[in-house]
């Protein structure tokens, strides 16, 4: 019986270092042939980091990622792992002259995989499907590939995916059935998005009934500007048993050995080809006959919950922007308040104490316990508090410009902001904005006040989850027999921006549950104003909602950019004009 | 012989007002109809305005579309032009639930154009060909139409595309050929780009002759957001002689009259189609015989020259995002330099002086003349100057913050920036930032310093071409026999942001002439060093150049809206990571 055992990497790359990602690629080559496996497959675009965006349109930077391949094909060889098989995601130029049935150019960039072996690139598969929704823009990236790539290997035939590719009828699906493949070898890019991943099992599970081949998901791990990559690799066999399934939010080697099958994929009648009788790629099979190597046991990392999800997904996002970026430490506003509480607690746990600087700034509208609080969250931390109250700051501007109303408001958020960007001109500091999605959606922030920051960890978490996942990560130190770190006092007060006597929240934006679930459908789900209303909101607080929402437009245009999370982020996922006047209106379609 | 008297409505949407804009149709449908026209063709998606972005996915917006288009096609009837047949452009939802050869439905949101005629949308056409590239995401937004419209009216054929359609082999133009279309009638929503209107009008006689057919484009005109739209329609004959053509920057309703043709398209012989007996939509023959109707005299606006191009664009642009999005003043910095002066006197030339306020907010550092070229502005413009001082301000933060270097440089940009924001709120008006597009690129502003602001008018605009757009509108002022709106020292003085003792740009950038040669072709055109260096740049010119302008990413992210004017501005055009560890260098490809 002949095994495959293939080995997936599921490594964390960096957009555009391309030595440095060929570096953890040769780690992970080096990981894979110590477990003597056959096969090594790496993520989509693992070489050059994804996405790259418009230097995927950039010739020189196309040329950059070809050589490196080439490269890093001969290093691998060097470093004696040259009968290791290795998938490796690049991006290429496709130099086909020709065009499509409508006149569009086949040349042009392309998502592919390379076919390492002893030395050389010796095939290469283009993605064939490019997504193109979402915070998707392949369309924009990419031509797309037309030809499959299925090679064999120790008598087995494996078919090349990448991506968007699984997620689709056509394309290496069904050229795996077409060509009897045993295994779907799947590169992935996948961003991370609450609930996702119940979704992949299911789809990997669907896809090894439909082609009849095992499939291998190899997904990255690590944050790149908005997105987090969570990992999750997977392995199913052809009758969709799950073998192998790797961590979430972290890097790791993950195992399989498969054996031919001969399961008949699941409408195998009706695949209208030949055989061919031969591949073009056949590679020799490897030296470790299966009964030299050690047994495999089946890794089954269990899921995180959701709360401890999307804490890693937070966490991971916020430390690979500030380690990535070269930063060595995040300073941030603390106003007592639960964003920036549990934001410092955040940080903390991605970068460690000694990495993050507080600022407490009161004026004379900051209660007793604003200052109070700030000072128990450094307590409970570890991080570095300073006080620098602004009251004299505030009167030089006030003796000039005599505000009053929002404008007298907005003044304090904006001292503060630049006292934060003051101090990390001087000391190197990232500047990190604490606000929610909640306050995103409906523009309750001062745009170069509170809103100033190069990142925005909490940016599409919503108000009412920040509290829920403050008080899950409270509880879990409690369970591990250790004070939480977010001060209790932060967690229950009522919020307050504390910029005008006797301020709350309350007065100027409805409660928080209500907030949350209307900006719920009508954000990430695109319901209309009217529908909100059929399914039961109030019209008024819809029309108030809605009206605010579809104002603060600009304000987002320029808030940092901040952890992805949920269906629809703002950014990336949700792009409107800011010169807009269609208001959504509870009678407007009626 | 049939004469067929066509409209094109060059008009002025806003997106999402849809009743404003039905309006704008009906007014222009009288127009037409006062003019004797058969047949009147407006913009693309001139209901909706264009680009409508991620509205066009929401299912309460396509059906609001829907209903406005069809309550437009009654009101234009009940006004008394039920007879006059017109082409508007909509957002509609295609209701197929076919699936195209790879399994992508054929269902979802369409960019169309309805034929409206006595009453009812009698036919639609849904764009063919979607534009993917640049500023466009058409392949996000819409799925493609796969039909041809062809209808008769007076005899004659008229093939209906949009925009893209034109600029593509296929689809409508072969669409012209295979009809015998005696008419292309083109709906567009094409922005404004430095020569673009040169290659529209070689664009349209190349179709007209590959189609045998004339062809009528109607563009719009108006600013949304980051682009301009710049009018130009214009009608070529079968032969490609140019019939008529409308101004640049302005609405206006273009006439002309085609009879029917017998002209053989360039390569005729190659069509594989028999020509169909009868059309499914056959309009009767308008109640204007050619004989009672006032003839045309020919209308060919002559072509603005590059530099009243430019300034024109830059001017609606400004106007239209201030206008649009109801803001009555605009309120900016004016430093004594090239940039703000620029920018005060284009706010003059598209608001009137009256809405255009000043601030000079001179500081230890300033130059006597910085206040002096301020008032000198003011006096020219006839805008409203004030002088708010900001020592008191500085020495307020400063004995908070000891500040120096950097530090103490960026803190007095952000003071000036913190006294337009709380102007601003106190007083409501738009507040412009006056950043260049060399200094956007290399990053020599400061975030939330003098970067704040609602719009930038002048971001797409190198510094070299501010100095040459403002003695362009000196010069003009002089053929005028007035003086010219800026004052000669902050054209001629040399660059300073003034914000430590005798600094100079040229401290800390290259020469602009040198540095605007390397950025157009390292941002326009995406040249990599090695190329660069190739093409004769010096080499630590070009290293340093491309190192500051990568390093300056995060600052474009947060940078407010602006015209485009160039072949690639920041933001819609070119769109890179932050996270983003590749650097060109003048020896990564060698």
Chains 1, 2 share one sequence.
């Not at 401890?308 to 916020?318: D, F, I, K, T």
């Not at 620098?388 to 404008?407: E, N, R, W, Y």
């Not at 709350?504 to 949350?516: E, M, Q, R, T, V």
């Amino acid at each position: 019986m002949n095994v495959l055992r293939i080995a997936l990497g599921q490594v964390n790359p960096t957009v555009g270092d391309l030595a440095g990602n060929a570096r953890l690629i040769r780690q992970a080559a080096a990981d894979a042939a110590a477990g003597q496996a056959d096969l090594l497959i790496l993520p989509e675009m693992v070489l050059t980091g994804y996405p790259v965006e418009d230097l995927s349109l950039r010739p020189s930077f196309q040329q950059a990622s070809r050589l490196a391949m080439s490269a890093l094909a001969r290093d691998l060889a060097d470093d004696g792992f040259g009968d290791l098989a290795c998938l490796v995601g690049y991006l290429d130029h496709s130099d086909d002259d020709g065009a499509d049935a409508v006149g569009r150019p086949r040349g042009g960039p392309v998502n592919s995989a390379a076919l390492v072996h002893r030395g050389a690139v010796v095939a290469r598969y283009d993605k064939h499907f490019l997504p193109n929704y979402g915070v998707f823009d392949e369309a924009r990236y990419f031509v797309p590939g037309e030809a499959p790539l299925v090679f064999e290997m120790n008598g087995q035939r494996v078919c090349v995916a990448i991506c968007e590719d699984l997620w689709r009828q056509g394309g290496p699906v069904q050229w795996a059935r077409e060509f009897d493949a045993d295994l779907l070898a799947v590169l992935n890019a996948s961003p991370y998005e609450r609930m996702k991943d119940d979704r992949r099992l299911e789809l990997c599970v669907e896809q090894a009934q439909a082609s009849g081949s095992a499939v291998a998901y190899t997904n990255m791990t690590g944050g790149q500007d908005e997105l987090v990559f969570d990992g999750d690799s997977l392995v199913v066999d052809a009758a969709g048993q799950l073998l192998q399934r790797a961590c979430q939010f972290d890097s790791q080697i993950l195992f399989a050995d498969l054996t031919a099958t001969s399961v008949t994929p699941s409408s195998r009648d009706d695949v209208p080809v030949s055989l061919p009788a031969s591949l073009p790629v056949s590679l020799p099979a490897s030296n470790t006959s299966a009964r030299e190597r050690q047994p495999l046991t089946p890794t089954n990392t269990p899921r995180l919950d959701d709360s401890a999800e999307l804490y890693a997904a937070l966490r991971l996002g916020l430390a690979d922007y500030v380690n990535k970026n070269g930063f060595t430490s995040v300073l941030l506003g603390l106003s007592g308040g639960i964003d920036s509480a549990f934001v410092g607690a955040l940080a903390v746990d991605a970068l460690g104490a000694d990495r993050v600087f507080g600022v407490a700034m009161p004026s004379r509208y900051s209660s007793t316990h604003s200052v109070q609080d700030a000072h128990d969250l450094a307590e409970r931390t570890g991080l570095t508090l300073r006080e620098v109250p602004i009251g004299p700051m505030f009167d030089a501007f006030q003796s000039s410009l005599h505000l009053t109303g929002l404008a007298e408001e907005n003044l304090q958020a904006r001292i503060r902001g630049m006292v934060l960007m003051s101090l990390s001109n001087a000391e190197g500091h990232l500047v990190l904005a604490t606000g929610n999605k909640s306050e995103l959606s409906v523009g309750y922030s001062t745009i170069y006040g509170d809103a100033v920051g190069g990142f925005a960890p909490i940016k599409d978490v919503p108000k009412t989850l920040v509290w829920d996942l403050a008080r899950w990560r409270n509880e879990q130190a409690g369970s591990a027999g250790s004070a939480g770190p977010i001060p209790p006092r932060s967690i229950t007060k009522e919020p307050s921006a504390e910029l005008g006597p006797d301020q709350k929240d309350s007065d100027s934006l409805p409660d928080y549950h209500d907030l949350d679930s209307v900006l719920e459908a009508y954000v990430d789900e695109d319901t209309g104003a009217s529908e909100l209303v059929s399914a039961g909101f109030d019209a008024a607080l819809v029309e108030r909602i809605v009206r605010l929402t579809d104002g603060a437009e600009y304000k987002r245009r320029q808030y940092p950019p901040g952890t992805k999370i949920g269906v629809r982020a703002f950014g990336r996922d949700r792009r409107l004009p800011i010169t807009n006047r269609w208001r959504e209106r509870p009678d407007s379609n009626s």
